[in-house]
C-alpha cells in the first residue's frame, strides 16, 4: 500500500508534470487536505500502482520509486501441528482475507492469496523463521479448556494431536474445546480430525472427561457464538476449572477474547454462588498462576 504521510505527496507531486495532478498532490500534502488524504488512501488500500495509475504525469524515477514503496510486513501464523505427530514439518492454518472497499474494489490478502495459489506439486522457497508464541505448550497432566473459533483452532490441532500421542503411554487430563464457524458445510475446519477424536476413547471423548461442542453462528436464524455454547455447558466448564484446568483463548481480536472472558466470569459466579466481583477476581488469579492464556490477531 502507498505510505500515507504528507512526504509522499509532496514528492510525488515534484515528479508530476500535469499542473492539475501537481495541485492535487501537494493538497493531499498539506494540513487541509488531510481528511481527503485519508478518504483516498487509507481508507480505500490503495496500491501504489493504482496511485500512479490515478497520476499518470508523475514521471518518477525508479529509486525515488523504491523509497516510498513501504517494505512487506512479515506474516505470522500459529503452528497447527505437533512435532511428535509431524517431525520435520509444520503445519499452518491460514485464511484466505479478502474484502470490499467503501467504493466497491475487491482487495484479497497479498500473502494468503498467494499462499492459495499454490498447487502441492509446485517447489516454491517461502523464506520463514520460528519464534517462540504466546501459548506454551502444556503438560499432559494440565486439564485444558480450549477456545478456539475460526482460524483460532490452529495451536489447539497440535494441541490435540500431541496430547494423543501422549495418551498411548500414559494417561492424559481431560480437555473441553469449543469451536466455532458460520456453517458447518462451508468452513468447519479439521472436521473429521476433531471428530476422530472425539471417538473410540479419544481425546476429546467423554469417555476421557473431554468434550468437543460447536458453534455454527450461521446455520439458524439465531445466531450462536462460542460463548453460547460454553454457557450450555458451565457446569462442565466450573468443574474443570476447580480441577485446576488451564483456559487457553485463540482468534479473533475484535469481541471474541473479551466476551469469553465475561462469559466466564457469569459463569464462575453462578455455578460457585459468589458475587461477580470475586469471579473477577479468580480469573484474574488464574491468569497470574499462568493458567489464562490469550493469542488473538486482527
Given amino acids: 500500500m502507498v505510505s500515507s ?3 509522499s505527496g509532496s514528492v510525488m507531486s515534484f515528479f508530476a508534470t500535469a499542473e492539475h495532478e501537481k495541485d492535487r498532490l501537494q493538497y493531499f500534502a498539506s494540513p487541509e487536505g488531510r481528511d481527503d ?5 487509507l481508507k480505500e488500500r490503495r496500491t501504489v500502482l493504482e496511485v500512479l495509475e490515478d ?16 517494505p512487506l510486513k ?30 466497491k474494489r475487491k482487495r484479497e490478502g497479498l500473502c494468503s492469496s498467494w499462499l492459495a495459489s499454490l498447487s502441492p506439486e509446485q517447489c516454491i522457497y517461502v523464506p520463514a523463521w520460528f519464534q517462540k508464541g504466546s501459548l506454551p505448550s502444556p503438560p499432559s497432566s494440565l486439564p485444558l479448556i ?53 471417538q473410540n476413547g479419544g481425546v476429546l471423548s467423554e469417555a476421557k472427561g473431554g468434550g468437543f461442542y460447536v458453534a455454527f453462528s450461521r446455520d ?17 466448564v466450573w468443574n474443570l476449572l476447580i ?19 465475561s462469559t466466564l466470569e457469569e459463569i464462575v459466579s453462578r455455578e460457585s454462588g459468589a458475587p461477580k466481583d470475586s469471579a473477577v477476581r479468580w480469573l484474574r488469579a488464574l491468569e497470574k498462576a499462568g493458567k489464562y492464556h490469550v493469542e488473538a490477531w486482527s
Fill in 74 to 103: 512479515p506474516r505470522a501464523f500459529s503452528i497447527s501441528s505437533s512435532p511428535l505427530a509431524h517431525p520435520n514439518q509444520v503445519h499452518l492454518t491460514v485464511n484466505l482475507v479478502s474484502w470490499t472497499t467503501p467504493y
Fill in 243 to 261: 480441577n485446576g484446568a488451564a483456559v487457553y483463548i485463540a482468534g479473533s481480536s475484535t469481541k471474541m477474547p473479551s466476551d469469553v472472558l
Fill in 146 to 198: 480450549l477456545v478456539g473459533p475460526g482460524t483460532g483452532c490452529a495451536p489447539f490441532r497440535g494441541f490435540i494431536e500431541e496430547r494423543a500421542i501422549q495418551s498411548v503411554t500414559g494417561s492424559t487430563a481431560p480437555v473441553l474445546f469449543f469451536f466455532g464457524c458460520r456453517n458447518e458445510e462451508n468452513d468447519f475446519l479439521y472436521r473429521d480430525f476433531w471428530l476422530s477424536h472425539l
Fill in 220 to 236: 439458524q436464524p439465531q445466531k450462536v457464538y462460542v460463548q453460547h455454547k460454553m454457557q450450555e455447558y458451565s457446569e462442565r
Fill in 37 to 41: 488524504l485519508y478518504q483516498y488512501n
Fill in 55 to 70: 497520476f499518470p504525469s508523475v514521471q518518477m524515477p525508479f529509486e525515488w520509486l523504491v523509497q516510498l514503496v513501504p
Fill in 5 to 7: 504521510s504528507n512526504g
